[in-house]
């Protein structure tokens, strides 16, 4: 388990105490009789280049894996504009950590970006995504699918952004879509599928869409596919590989304020509805 706190302390400089926040990740290991076997606490630090970067309670851990040496890779966003990716050996052990920002964007004013899944990849490898939030001047703003792929190491490899395109605004332009990943899997081809959730925003109403993007195992885009559906806004996604080579997508949907519904779709290998 992967868990994250607020760890407020007292800080006795000056003339009276006060509570100083500083956010701490927790990993515990359980038993399969739920008995803890151990736990390890990476703490906080503004530092980018630390073990824990400084996180904000918005922000921690999104994805917790085992790999295949028997470790651990945890995942997560800080700060809503940085990717982090700390990789443990089998006890916890802190072996390496590292950060991502957008590069793709120079002309950006501000980016706010979010990590919401990862998988390890078959070169023992990382994908990352998410969304990333660009404000330019021209464009305004609007949220894209983010994927990273990095090596062994956390080294990035490359990364590459997704959307869904724009829709119509009062004076006849066009606004961008807002799109966030939250499932990523590698393709037995090698490449990849992001599933996630793209939304349009008007005085009125919201839409709201299931996105699935499939990619090559560089990251370039091959297609896109939208399911309309219930327009309501999306809670949790999941995007696994049939073994007919399809897809299956499984998200829950909210109905009211009170109700979710559960929806599953089964997808032939291009991404249409079966």
């Given amino acids: 388990m992967a868990v994250f706190a607020n760890a407020n302390y007292i800080d006795n400089v000056g003339y009276s105490g006060h509570f100083v926040g500083r956010y701490e990740l927790y990993l515990i290991k359980i038993d399969s009789s739920g008995n803890v076997q151990w736990n390890q606490t990476f703490v906080q630090s503004k530092d ?3 073990d824990f970067y400084y996180l904000t309670p918005s922000d921690g851990p999104y994805s917790l894996i085992q790999t295949g040496d028997e470790g651990y890779a945890i ?13 443990l050996n089998s006890r916890g052990e802190l ?38 939030e660009a404000f ?8 894209d699918f983010w994927l990273i792929k990095v090596d062994a ?36 081809d090698g490449g990849y599928v992001l599933a996630g ?19 090559d195992s560089s990251g370039k885009e091959q297609w896109t596919k939208k399911y309309a559906g219930p327009n309501n806004p999306g809670l949790d996604y999941q995007v696994i590989q049939t073994s007919d080579g399809g897809f299956a997508l499984a998200c829950s949907q909210l109905i009211s304020t009170e109700n979710t519904d559960f ?4 997808t032939d ?6």
């Fill in 153 to 188: 190491s956390g080294n990035e490899q490359w990364n590459q952004t997704y959307n869904s395109g724009t829709y119509p605004n009062p004076s006849g332009g066009a606004y961008p879509r807002e799109d966030e990943a939250k499932s990523v899997i590698q393709t037995l």
């Fill in 136 to 143: 330019t001047a021209v464009t305004g703003g609007g949220r």
């Fill in 75 to 87: 995942a997560g966003s800080t700060g809503n504009q940085v990717f982090w990716l700390l990789r």
């Fill in 197 to 215: 959730e793209t939304t349009t925003y008007t005085s009125l109403s919201s839409t709201y869409e299931l996105f699935l993007v499939k990619t």
């Fill in 263 to 266: 929806r599953l779709i089964k």
């Fill in 95 to 132: 072996l390496w950590s590292r950060t991502y920002v957008p590069t793709s964007e120079a002309d950006s004013a501000a980016s706010f970006d979010h990590l919401y899944s990862m998988s390890q990849t078959k070169d023992e490898g990382f994908a990352l995504v998410g969304s990333t």
């Fill in 269 to 274: 290998s291009s991404g249409e509805t079966q």
């Fill in 48 to 50: 980018p280049n630390s």
